[in-house]
């Protein structure tokens, strides 16, 4: 079970900083990910990461301005979110897999969070 919290109302051009923990002890994948669902649009994806940390890939509309990254415990996964836009106000999911090879693909990922509220003002 995972949980992702952070998300909120802010300004365009604001920041926010989601998280995501397990609901018990660390966190256990191969890859890890954000996606997000905007209201009569289909999951999107946002953010993965391996399990060391060291590849990384973003969905084109978030590159330069979303960083994913974890701690070094593997006990909180982060999605840190910069210089965001309208069109970013989405539900926001973190997920993790055990897949070795997971690409961008919702369908690739097994465990998912309850989701958490982005709302960007104009």
């Known amino acids: 079970q995972l949980q992702a919290s952070g998300g909120g109302l802010v300004q365009g051009g604001g920041s926010l900083r989601l998280s995501c923990q397990a609901s018990e002890g660390t966190l256990d994948y191969v890859g890890a990910a954000w996606f997000r669902q905007a209201p009569g649009k289909e999951r999107e994806f946002v953010a993965s990461?391996?399990?060391?940390?060291?590849?990384?890939d973003y969905g084109n509309s978030v590159k330069g301005r979303f960083t994913i990254s974890r701690d070094q415990a593997k006990t909180m996964e982060y999605l840190q979110m910069d210089n965001l836009k309208p069109e970013d106000t989405a539900v926001y999911y973190c997920a993790t897999t055990q897949r070795l090879r997971y690409g961008t693909s919702p369908t690739a990922f097994t465990s998912w969070g309850q989701g958490t509220q982005v709302t960007v003002s104009s």
């Open positions: 990461m391996n399990w060391r940390g060291s590849t990384k």
